[in-house]
């Protein structure tokens, strides 16, 4: 039974170096759907939160507990089109997503889910008008757990 045990080793090394290839949104399952819709652009524009995708992109943000115990999102400054979407992912700890201040007249969208599960994600349509935003996970926001997003039109 060593032929299967090595057939696992490879599926394994393959999807590992597949998620290190993509790694903006590829480690979820339930990214998959939508990352057809712009892998160029995530490729090139990887860890750079600040360039501004095509509408529809989908830009992720991780909120994790640092092993110094210290919370955040990754990256806390985003800039996006309306329409994208903000893809929360999980790292550590136990963390949600909520805009709480924006442009006058905007609809804001609701306080996030609190996520539990590591890479679990949630996915946040920015339906806003363009503008200054202010984000928090609510537990944390007084321990420094804020971001600002930046929508342009
Ligand atoms: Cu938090």
């Known amino acids: 039974m060593k032929l299967p045990k090595t057939?696992?080793?490879l599926a394994l090394g393959v999807a590992v170096a597949l998620a290190a290839c993509s790694s903006e949104n590829a480690t979820s399952a339930g990214a998959a759907a939508d990352q057809t819709?712009?892998?160029a652009a995530e490729a090139s524009?990887?860890?750079?939160?600040?360039?501004?995708?095509?509408?529809?992109?989908v830009i992720e943000v991780v909120a994790t507990t640092e092993s110094d115990g210290t919370n955040h999102f990754v990256p806390s400054q985003v800039t996006a089109k309306r329409g994208d979407i903000i893809r929360v992912k999980l790292g550590t700890g136990v963390h949600n997503f909520?805009?709480?201040?924006?442009?006058a007249g905007a609809t804001l969208p609701a306080a996030g889910a609190f996520l539990q599960l590591p890479g679990q994600t949630e996915d946040v349509a920015l339906d806003l008008p363009a503008g200054e935003y202010k984000f928090q996970c609510d537990p944390h926001a007084?321990?420094?757990m804020t971001g600002?997003?930046?929508?342009?039109?």
């Not at 909520?98 to 442009?103: L, P, V």
């Open 7 to 9: 057939n696992l080793f």
């Open 37 to 39: 819709a712009a892998p």
């Open 45 to 57: 524009a990887a860890e750079a939160s600040s360039a501004a995708p095509a509408s529809g992109n």
């Open 98 to 103: 909520h805009i709480t201040e924006g442009q």
């Open 142 to 144: 007084a321990l420094g």
């Open 148 to 153: 600002t997003l930046t929508v342009t039109e």
